[in-house]
């Protein structure tokens, strides 16, 4: 069955980092765009980044910008989210999903706290 497995997530200091990971298994990776939202307590999901299925292109909200990436690694199934100079206002549990031909999947979601 399909499964997105995200890792990575925990509690870090405000100008930290953490690199987070999402393994995928059960549909063909390759042909799924590859995407990390985030969900803060009593807000929106929001789209953090998006990388395209070969890995060329790329997108990011405008408040991660210069300090977020986003990378697959399509060998392994797996997309990344390297976090740096993290702040109180990324806190956040983080989602990966994928887009693919007729199909949208989501994973379960990794808990990052950005606290001093």
């Known amino acids: 069955q399909v499964q997105l497995v995200e890792s990575g997530g925990g509690l870090v200091q405000p100008g930290g980092s953490l690199r987070l990971a999402c393994a995928a298994s059960?549909?063909?990776?390759?042909?799924?765009?590859m995407s990390w939202y985030r969900q803060a307590p009593g807000k929106e999901r929001e789209l953090v980044a998006m990388?395209?299925?070969?890995?060329?292109?790329?997108n990011y909200a405008d408040s991660v910008k210069g300090r977020f990436t986003i990378s697959r690694d399509n060998t392994k199934s797996t997309v990344y989210l390297q976090m740096n100079s993290l702040k109180p206002d990324d806190t956040a549990v983080y989602f990966c999903?994928?887009?693919?031909?007729?199909?949208?999947?989501w994973g379960q979601g990794t808990q990052v706290t950005v606290s001093s």
């Open positions: 999903s994928a887009v693919g031909p007729g199909n949208n999947y």
């Open positions: 990388i395209s299925s070969a890995g060329r292109n790329t």
């Open positions: 059960g549909f063909t990776f390759t042909r799924y765009a």
